[in-house]
Nanobody, 129 residues
Framework: QVQLVESGGDSVQAGGSLRLSCAVF?????????MGWFRQAPGKDHEGVAA???????TYAQSVKDRFTISRDNNKNTLYLEMRSLKPEDTAMYYC??????????????????????RGQGTQVTVSS
């Protein structure tokens, strides 16, 4: 069993930065799963934001490319999302997700919101103009 616990969400001004963390509790191989972050804004569908494939590849949604960076520290069993130059449209609940199936980052980005087996409870990010 794998448990994901997000933290780091906050209210910030546009142009600000945040780092989200996702602590991973589970078996010794869980940090090598396909993993990523997706978000959901009020009244909108889930959107895959950033993903790390089981092969270590990374990819991003076009809306956050060059502003967000996903990384994982296997020694700390933690997945991160560095967010810079935040915009009001980044306001959403951000979720960490993981799946034991082997996927590339591109596959993970499109599948995580609806198919990933493990997901956290979310952390709120609010960006004001």
């Amino acid at each position: 069993q794998v448990q994901l616990v997000e933290s780091g969400g906050d209210s910030v001004q546009a142009g600000g930065s945040l780092r989200l963390s996702c602590a991973v509790f589970g078996n010794q191989y869980s940090m090598y799963y396909s993993m990523g972050w997706f978000r959901q804004a009020p009244g909108k569908d889930h959107e895959g934001v950033a993903a790390i494939g089981a092969d270590g590849s990374t990819t991003y949604a076009q809306s956050v490319k060059d502003r967000f960076t996903i990384s994982r520290d296997n020694n700390k069993n933690t997945l991160y999302l560095e967010m810079r130059s935040l915009k009001p449209e980044d306001t959403a609940m951000y979720y960490c997700a993981a799946d034991s199936r082997w996927m590339t980052a591109i596959q993970a980005l499109s599948r995580m919101a609806n198919e990933f087996y493990y997901r956290g409870q979310g952390t709120q990010v609010t960006v004001s103009s």
